[in-house]
Structure formats: C-alpha cells, structure tokens
C-alpha cells in the first residue's frame, strides 16, 4: 500500500478557500479504484492531505484523472510556496 502525504501552505486569505476545494472533491477521489482513505488535516494557514492507495499504480491514475486536474486548479493559485510530498510504502492492517 502506497501513504502519501501533501502539504502546502497558503496565505492566510486563502486557506478557507483551499479547504473547500479540497472538500468539495474529496468524496469523489475517495470513490476512485484504488483509494482506501483521504483526509486532509489543517493547522493555521497549511494543509496536509493524506491519502492511502493500494498502488502507486493507483496513485498514478489518480494524478491522470480530471478530479486531480481541477483541484490542482483551484489550488495552486492560492499556496504561498510549492508543495511537498512525501511518498511511503507501508503494510495494510
């Protein structure tokens, strides 16, 4: 299984505007073949999404998908700097 973890940072005017665009698809990347878990966490003004995927190949998909597409969209205006991602293989439960 495949944990990935993204964080940014936005600017404090900002961030209530990134929290419902990740909201507003969340269910929807949760549906994807391959998803096991999506939640995005916040503290101040940055954003960790973190997600579970079966398989990179999964994973992969999911970064091809128009879904992924439209929140980069709406998000990518709104961050103070680039985010970072960080990328782990771990065992299911």
Excluded: N
Excluded at 10 to 28: P, R
Excluded at 80 to 89: K, R
């Amino acid at each position: 299984m495949k944990l990935i973890a993204v964080e940014a940072t936005f600017g404090s005017d900002a961030v209530q505007s990134a929290v419902d665009a990740i909201e507003a698809q969340a269910e929807s990347v949760r549906d994807m073949s391959g998803c096991e878990g999506y939640a995005h966490y916040r503290s101040d003004d940055t954003i960790a999404i973190v997600q579970k995927w079966q398989s990179m190949a999964a994973f992969d998909a999911y970064r091809q998908s128009e879904v992924f597409a439209g929140l980069g969209a709406a998000l990518m205006p709104l961050m103070a700097g680039p985010p970072v991602t960080t990328v782990a293989s771990v065992d299911s439960p």
